[in-house]
């Protein structure tokens, strides 16, 4: 089944077009009254703020006309209070790494004596075999 489409594609584009044309009016009597701003503009265009976030062609137009030549985004200011939480946290996180170290180091301290204990048994399993060959008690 086909779905006849083109009606409502061409409907868009036309949509598309006449926001364009308004915006584009609205930026340029602006810039005749001198009094340019994202927000009467968007008041004059009939559109919403988000428009220029969606079409970064006429975000660059409204840009220009304003003065604005490169655009950039301000990163967020942290505050006292965020950085307070993200200290605390991060604290948290020592303490635990901490524990873990400290567990990761006495599993080290065990191993190390274990390993030792292992090798005396060895050397006192190899006395004592060769002690039985030789007095011969045990014939191997």
Known sequence: MNRNTKPMNEYNVNRGKTTRE???AAIEQCKAEKDIST????????????????????????????????????????????KDVIIKSLQIKNAALEKENHTLSDYTKYKTMYE?????????????NQKYIESGILNF
């Open 22 to 24: 308004r915006v584009i």
């Open 116 to 128: 030792s204990k292992c090798e005396e048994v060895e050397k006192l399993k190899n006395q004592l």
């Open 39 to 82: 927000a009467r503009v968007c008041e004059l265009a009939d559109v919403h703020r988000s428009y220029f976030t969606k079409h970064p062609e006429m975000r660059r137009l409204l840009d220009t006309a304003k003065g604005i030549v490169n655009r950039t985004i301000k990163k967020r200011q942290q505050n006292e209070n965020s």
